[in-house]
Structures are given as structure tokens and as C-alpha cells.
């Protein structure tokens, strides 16, 4: 019984697990290809200039990867250190996923002030030499969010010192239509805007992610239970 409870878990850890380093091995590859070929395109913070899309994405696409190796490797060799380890980090990712839902709502409002701060000093440097990275971000959500500014589509007014918002905010793009019609650019504010698409977009992700280290702790627990017992048995 206890041979094929290890086979069993073993064949099931070893199947997940490569699937989870293949997939950390797609984004680790998305992130280097974005890194490459958009290279301008960085964030739109201006104090964490390297919280980019594509550094965020190799990141995770490593972290993804090693563990998905530890936890092939270690089902396969039925090493316990590696499976241990492997448990460990598994563990640890599902409590601060946990934790950091938990501090999100919890300081939501702390946070949405500081981001919509953060993101109007970031607005000052727009356009300006050095930061072609900031300015096509910023051109890049204006246009396919249909949103304009931070709050409000008057947030661009302090940057020109004047009615105007970047080409980008036109509800049809042209050159020079930031000088335009107030009533020809687009009013909704894009922290908003972009906020509800990563609430509608993050919560399932949350719940896969939760799903997915909790499923991955039960299987290694069991795994390393099933081992002990073999160990333990008598000759």
C-alpha cells in the first residue's frame, strides 16, 4: 500500500511540476523578450523605475522555474532534503499570498494614496529627456484603457502649464489633438481604469495561485509522509 502511495504521488509530483517549470520557463521568456525588443517601455512609477513589466516578469518566471525543479528533481531522486526544501518554499509563498491579500484590503486606501501620488510626480516627467521609458507607458495605457491622466484629465494641465493633455488622450489620435476640444479626449481617470482590470483580472489569478501552492503542499506532505513510512518500516 504504501509502494503505490509513493508511486502514485511521486508519478502526480513530477507530472504538476513539470508543467509549473514549463510554465515559469514561458514567462521567464515573455519577460527577456520584452526586455529586449521593448526596452522603452518601462514603468509608470518614478520612484521604482525597475518595477517594469518585463523585470516583473522574470522575476516571477525564475522563481517559478527553481521551484518547479526542486520539486521535479526531488520526487524523482525521492530525495527528502529537496523535497523538505521544496515544502518549505511552497509553505512560505502560500503564507505571504495569504498575508499579502490580507494587507492589500486591509491598507487599501493607504495604498491607493501613495500610488496616485507616486503617479502624478511621475506625470512631471513625461515627455522629458531620459524617461522615454515612463512616457510611452504612459502613451501606451492612455490609449488602449481610453483613459486620460491619473484622477482626472486636468492632472496633464500642471504638467503644460495649460489646457492641453498628451496626443494620446484623444478619443481619435492625431498630431497636435492634445491642443484640441477638451471634449474630444478621453475623461475617465486611468488609475481607475486600470485598477478595476487588475481587480477583475487579479482575483481569479489569487485564487489560482492559492489553489495551486495549497494543492502542491498537500502533495508534498503526503509524499514526505509516504517516504517516512517506508523508511520507518521494519526489514
Not at 524617461?131 to 490609449?143: D, E, F, K, P
Not at 492632472?155 to 492641453?164: I, K
Not at 481604469?193 to 502533495?219: G, M, Y
Request: overall charge negative; proline content about 3%; glycine content about 8%.
Amino acid at each position: 500500500m504504501a509502494e503505490g502511495c509513493m508511486m502514485a504521488l511521486r508519478y502526480g509530483m513530477v507530472f504538476f511540476n513539470l508543467l509549473f517549470w514549463l510554465g515559469g520557463c514561458g514567462i521567464l521568456g515573455v519577460g527577456v523578450w520584452l526586455s529586449v525588443t521593448q526596452g522603452n517601455f518601462a514603468t509608470l512609477s518614478s520612484s521604482l523605475p525597475s518595477l517594469s513589466a518585463a523585470n516583473l516578469l522574470i522575476a516571477v518566471g525564475t522563481i517559478i522555474m527553481v521551484i518547479g525543479c526542486l520539486g521535479c528533481v526531488g520526487a524523482v531522486k525521492e530525495s527528502r532534503p529537496l523535497l523538505l526544501t521544496f515544502f518549505i518554499l511552497l509553505l512560505l509563498i502560500f503564507f505571504l499570498e495569504i498575508l499579502s491579500i490580507m494587507l492589500f484590503y486591509i491598507y487599501q486606501d493607504e495604498i491607493d494614496h501613495y500610488a496616485q501620488r507616486d503617479l502624478k510626480k511621475g506625470l512631471q516627467l513625461f515627455g522629458t529627456e531620459g524617461n522615454v521609458g515612463l512616457t510611452n507607458a504612459w502613451m501606451i495605457v492612455q490609449t488602449d484603457f481610453r483613459c486620460c491622466g491619473v484622477t482626472n484629465h486636468t492632472d496633464w494641465f500642471e504638467v503644460y502649464n495649460t489646457t492641453r493633455v498628451p496626443d494620446s488622450c484623444c478619443l481619435e489620435y492625431s498630431d497636435n489633438c492634445g491642443l484640441d476640444n477638451p471634449g474630444t479626449w478621453w475623461t475617465a481617470p486611468c488609475y481607475e481604469r486600470v485598477k478595476d482590470w487588475l481587480n477583475e483580472n487579479l482575483v481569479a489569478l489569487w485564487i489560482f495561485a492559492l489553489c495551486t501552492a495549497l494543492t502542491q503542499v498537500i502533495t508534498t506532505s503526503e509524499l514526505l509522509f509516504c517516504h517516512q513510512s517506508k523508511i520507518s518500516r521494519p526489514l
